[in-house]
C-alpha cells in the first residue's frame, strides 16, 4: 500500500476550472495505477478517471469525458484532475486510490485510500 493525500479542492462557480493533486509515498508508489473517484451525498461512490503506472493509458467515466483530464508526474508521485466545464452535478467528495500497475473502473478493486477532498460547483 502507498499513502495518499489529495489537495485542490473547493468551491467554483459552474462553468469553471479546479484542478486536485494526489501525493503519494511509499516505496512502490511509482507502480501504482490511480484512480479517482467521487461521492456525492446520497450517492453511490463513482468511478471518475484511472491512468496506469506508466501514464500512458488513461480511463474516464462518461459524465466526465471530454471535460476532466487525469495525468501524473512519477517524478514527484504526483497524479492530477484537471476539472473544466464544471457542473452544479460534479459537487462531490473527491477520493483518489491506488493499486499496483494497472488501472481498474471498480473502487473494491484499489487497495490505497486518500481522505478526499470537497469540490463544490455552485450554479
Known amino acids: 500500500q502507498v499513502a495518499l493525500v489529495e489537495s485542490g479542492g473547493g468551491l467554483v462557480q459552474a462553468g469553471g476550472s479546479l484542478r486536485l493533486s494526489c501525493a503519494a509515498s511509499?516505496?512502490?508508489?511509482?507502480?501504482?495505477?490511480m484512480g479517482w473517484f467521487r461521492q456525492a451525498p446520497g450517492k453511490e461512490r463513482e468511478f471518475v478517471a484511472s491512468i496506469n503506472w506508466r501514464g500512458d493509458a488513461t480511463t474516464y467515466g462518461d459524465p466526465v469525458k471530454g471535460r476532466f483530464t487525469i495525468s501524473r508526474d512519477n517524478s514527484k508521485n504526483t497524479v492530477y484532475l484537471e476539472m473544466n466545464k464544471l457542473e452544479p452535478e460534479d459537487t462531490a467528495v473527491y477520493s483518489c486510490?491506488?493499486?499496483?500497475?494497472?488501472?481498474?473502473?471498480?473502487?473494491?478493486?484499489?487497495?490505497?485510500w486518500g481522505q478526499g477532498t470537497q469540490v463544490t460547483v455552485s450554479s
Open positions: 511509499g516505496r512502490t508508489a511509482n507502480n501504482y495505477a
Open positions: 486510490a491506488g493499486r499496483m500497475w494497472t488501472t481498474s473502473t471498480r473502487d473494491h478493486d484499489y487497495d490505497s
